[in-house]
């Protein structure tokens, strides 16, 4: 889990260098990546590290962070996605919203 994890976040940056997108929330968009893991997932960044952080876990044996996994996930979902939905909605609008129809947010 951990190593799928770790993959889908190296893809995921891979992919917004190649693209000159900064990865880093807050950071502006200038355009809207589409292509790469980005076909799969509208969040392949957060999907990777609620991926990597169980494993970590499991590889260590620290059931700690499997059973923090879940609080994790909603406070991305709540904190991170929801916001830049938002924001991606309000600049891009068609075009993000196309996407949106075309590429789950998480899977």
């Not at 995921?12 to 799969?40: C, D, M, N, W, Y």
């Amino acid at each position: 889990m951990f190593a799928i994890g770790l993959a889908v976040i190296i893809q995921a940056k891979r992919e917004f260098k190649r693209h000159t997108q900064a990865s880093a929330p807050g950071q502006p968009t200038t355009k809207i990546v589409k292509s790469g893991i980005f076909r799969l997932s509208r969040n392949p960044l957060y999907l990777g590290i609620v991926l990597a952080v169980p494993g970590f876990g499991i590889a260590i044996n620290n059931s700690w962070f499997v059973l923090l996994d879940l609080p994790l996930l909603v406070a991305i979902h709540v904190l991170l996605i929801l916001p830049e939905e938002k924001y991606l909605l309000g600049k891009f609008k068609d075009d993000y919203l196309s996407y949106m129809t075309k590429v789950r947010r998480w899977i």
